[in-house]
């Protein structure tokens, strides 16, 4: 059995790749339908991230900086810098949220011109 550290990391890695990648195909003009969804999925996905301290300290962090769902642009920055504010305590370094958009392509491009991959 690898190291819980590892696993740990393994799940984070996981878990990141997930909530940036939503975040960056998340609608450029959401409906309040829309805005409402994706509140509702990052708080309901703090309650349960399977790390009890880590989901602890990331409500913490969602209180202090609630999402932002205005825009697609908008609610990628906010991921960015909230991952940020995890590095920060973990001692990690701050990520370059500039390129976001870009750097969580999650390769499905535009559904509706059903290109290929
Ligand atoms: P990760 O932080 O897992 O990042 C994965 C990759 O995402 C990086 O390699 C980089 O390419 C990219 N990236 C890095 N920063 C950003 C950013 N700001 N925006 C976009 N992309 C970025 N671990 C703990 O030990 N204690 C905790 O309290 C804790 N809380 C967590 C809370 C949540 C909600 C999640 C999802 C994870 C948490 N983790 C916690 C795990 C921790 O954040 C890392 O996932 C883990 O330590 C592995 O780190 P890593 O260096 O491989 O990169």
């Known amino acids: 059995k690898m190291a819980n550290e590892t696993l740990k990391a393994q799940l984070g890695n996981a878990a990141w790749k997930l909530f940036h990648t939503i975040l960056a195909r998340y609608p450029d003009k959401p409906s309040q339908q829309e805005r ?3 509140e509702q999925y990052i708080r309901l996905f703090a309650q ?3 790390c009890g301290d880590c989901a602890r300290h990331f409500q ?4 202090k900086y609630p999402p ?3 825009s697609r642009k908008t609610a990628a920055i906010w991921g960015c810098d909230i991952h940020n504010k995890v590095n920060d305590r973990l001692g990690k370094a701050q ?3 500039t390129t976001i958009l870009e750097d969580y392509d999650c390769g499905c491009g535009d ?3 059903l290109k290929d991959d």
């Open 36 to 38: 409402t969804t994706l």
């Open 48 to 50: 349960v991230y399977p």
């Open 60 to 63: 913490g962090l969602l209180a």
């Open 68 to 70: 932002q769902t205005g």
């Open 95 to 97: 990520y370059d949220c």
């Open 111 to 113: 559904d509706e011109k």
